[in-house]
T-cell receptor, first 112, second 113 residues
Framework: KQEVTQIPAALSVPEGENLVLNCSFTDSAIYNLQWFRQDPGKGLTSLLLIQSSQREQTSGRLNASLDKSSGRSTLYIAASQPGDSATYLCAVEPGGNNRLAFGKGNQVVVIP | GAGVSQTPSNKVTEKGKYVELRCDPI?????LYWYRQSLGQGPEFLIYFQGTGAADDSGLPNDRFFAVRPEGSVSTLKIQRTERGDSAVYLC???????????FGPGTRLTVL
């Protein structure tokens, strides 16, 4: 069974600092990996999707890397802003079964 | 519509009652997924539809849970004889095809008293 772990569970950073969020997964045979943002009481907003053949994806201030062989992904958020405060969820799609396996999330607070 | 929509946004029911939760996927998306999220946890997979058929229902916790997608678009998650442990946020997602990026709805918060 695929296990997804996100460290740290929670962190606070001052505005302007870069954020580094880590995700690890136990089975490297994944089809893709997706990062989501979740605001309190809301659904999930897709941030980035990395296919298994890719090493990274970028969107604006966000960059996600994937190292499939070591079972790791990192989400970088440059020059953090208070509006980046949210829970960030990492999810992997194990090869062939079309379901996402989620971590518990990184709860981020950006202090103005 | 522009995104995945779910109704109702909140549902409060009594133990033993029957509930239905509805999901409207993004137009043209053939794959539809249901997940359940408890407080402080990541979402957990329940069931996946490709078109009208349930391609994988292995995440449904027991036979009180059932889902349909009769016309390959809207889906309904049905829970019989609800229990307090069923209280959670039920999330629906859709993707263009299986294996593509999944887009989530706002969820339905179910509370069983």
């Amino acid at each position: 069974k695929q296990e997804v772990t996100q460290i740290p569970a929670a962190l606070s950073v001052p505005e302007g600092e870069n954020l580094v969020l880590n995700c690890s997964f136990t089975d490297s045979a994944i089809y893709n990996l997706q990062w989501f943002r979740q605001d309190p009481g809301k659904g999930l907003t897709s941030l980035l999707l990395i296919q298994s053949s890719q090493r990274e994806q970028t969107s604006g201030r966000l960059n996600a890397s994937l190292d499939k062989s070591s079972g790791r992904s990192t989400l970088y958020i440059a020059a953090s802003q208070p509006g980046d405060s949210a829970t960030y969820l990492c999810a992997v799609e194990p090869g062939g079964n079309n379901r996402l396996a989620f971590g518990k999330g990184n709860q981020v607070v950006v202090i103005p | 519509g522009a995104g995945v929509s779910q109704t109702p946004s909140n549902k409060v029911t009594e133990k033993g009652k029957y509930v239905e939760l509805r999901c409207d996927p993004i137009s043209g998306h053939t794959a539809l997924y249901w997940y359940r999220q408890s407080l402080g946890q990541g979402p957990e997979f329940l069931i996946y539809f490709q078109g009208t058929g349930a391609a994988d229902d292995s995440g449904l916790p027991n036979d009180r849970f059932f889902a349909v997608r009769p016309e390959g678009s809207v889906s309904t998650l049905k829970i019989q004889r609800t229990e307090r442990g069923d209280s959670a946020v039920y999330l629906c997602a859709s993707s263009l095809n299986s294996g593509n990026e999944q887009f989530f709805g706002p969820g339905t918060r179910l509370t069983v008293l």
